[in-house]
């Protein structure tokens, strides 16, 4: 039987199809950007984790989670870490590399294997801002940020950090004395050690008109001090995180591509024998 071109266009269509319908693994490309002006506030490395819509990791108003408190005071992720690793199932998660980013620094990763379209499909992220004792950003509602329409590919770009979207963990008194980060601003003290710091004994709220001018400890800031930079509530988003998704065809789509292919040769060389 002679095969007709609807026929090769079908089984074409047919193969890239069953490629489209079973591409939902992906890889994931996170970049930080600090955008803050010269001057103005870091950012400790970020952790994201992809789930289910099941973790969450704060709620405002709320006490901070010992995670959250970690996070938010000393900059380290490592009891988060390890919370979503026991809590999230199925879940993702890294921290971008490298230090703090001051403004203009940016810090990549790649995750590999994520499936957008299932157990992946929510974003939850959290880094401390510095300089302070206690000042993170993060997402309250662990299903802000679905990326299910990424699954097939595509990117995204999310502001953070923008004006009244920093939180204040509750967990820690502001106070110069015990802040981390004050000379990469040229203000004196600061914390030596980790988890140091008066209790503040308060709920998660956000950071709300000028940031510092609550804190403690003014006796350490320099004479006519620039404080305009660091006023992030006053200042565009100081942080932008780009996602970048491309698919990633998994083992049996690779299978069927071969299999369809090898079926168009054989149609072909049919075709072939009956034109000759
Ligand atoms: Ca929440
Ligand atoms: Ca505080
Ligand atoms: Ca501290």
Redesign the pocket.
Known sequence: MKPTRPLLASLLATTLGLCALSAHAADVTFTFTNLAPPGGVGVAPLWLGLHDGSF?????GSVASGAIERAAEDGNANVLTSDFGAQAVGGLQTRLPGGPRFPGATSSFTLHNVDLGGSNRYLSYAAMVVISNDFFIGN???KQIDLAALAGGGSLSLALGGAGQVWDAGTEVNDFHDSLANGAFGIGGGQSMANQGTAEHGVIHAVLGSPYADFAGAELVPVNFDWAPLNFNANPAFGRLDISVSAVPEPETYAMLLAGMGLMGVVLRRKAAAVA
């Open positions: 969450d990791s704060f709620n405002a309250d509602n662990a």
